[in-house]
């Protein structure tokens, strides 16, 4: 994501452009859906987020200060997604079998891959991975992002894509019939 492309579109956003605000939006919603999708592992909930994310942004343009304009994005949807949480932990659910009974959804998100890849990481490594991959965020923004130092991020991110590879090999070794 180019952190001065988007900066360039706020003031005409400010100015009430329209067509400056559909570029942000395109040029920044893979990037924030991933975020989001990274903390929720819900492919609706992370969609629906997002667009109230691209919402409060053009409520509140009008306060950003000339900093990181990506940052400020993000700090909305981290904002918005733990607001989420919070309320999500208060509801109770159906267990998962009752539910899968009721509604058999399965995630547009979802692949044998990422669920794989999911599976084997820790929560943390898993997050980098969606956001540099998936989110297409470069390793200093996920820092910020995560609020962790740049070498930890690089060090997570390239440990974790040593296990994935190392995990695939094994499972061709073996002729596993796992399709990805």
Not at 136 to 147: G, N
Request: hydrophobic share 40%; net charge positive.
């Amino acid at each position: 994501m180019k952190n001065h492309q988007a900066e360039k579109l706020v003031p005409l956003i400010k100015s009430g452009n329209e067509k400056a605000f559909e570029q942000l939006y395109t040029l920044m919603k893979k990037g924030v859906f991933s975020f989001l999708y990274s903390m929720t592992n819900n492919y609706h909930v992370a969609e629906e987020l997002m667009q109230d994310t691209f919402i409060r942004v053009k409520q509140y343009i009008h306060n950003f200060q000339d900093k990181n304009f990506v940052a400020w994005v993000l700090q909305i949807a981290k904002n918005l997604c733990l607001n989420h949480l919070k309320k999500e932990s208060r509801n109770v659910y159906l267990p998962e079998e009752t539910a899968r009974t009721i509604v058999d959804e399965k995630s547009d998100f979802t692949t044998p891959l990422l669920d794989t890849v999911k599976k084997i990481l820790p929560e943390d490594e898993y997050k980098i991975v969606m956001l540099f991959v998936i989110g297409e965020y470069k390793h200093k923004e996920i820092a910020l992002l995560l609020d962790l130092p740049l070498g930890t991020v690089t060090w997570k991110y390239s440990k974790a894509m040593k296990f994935v590879k190392n995990y695939l090999k094994e499972i061709e070794k073996e002729g596993r019939n796992e399709k990805f």
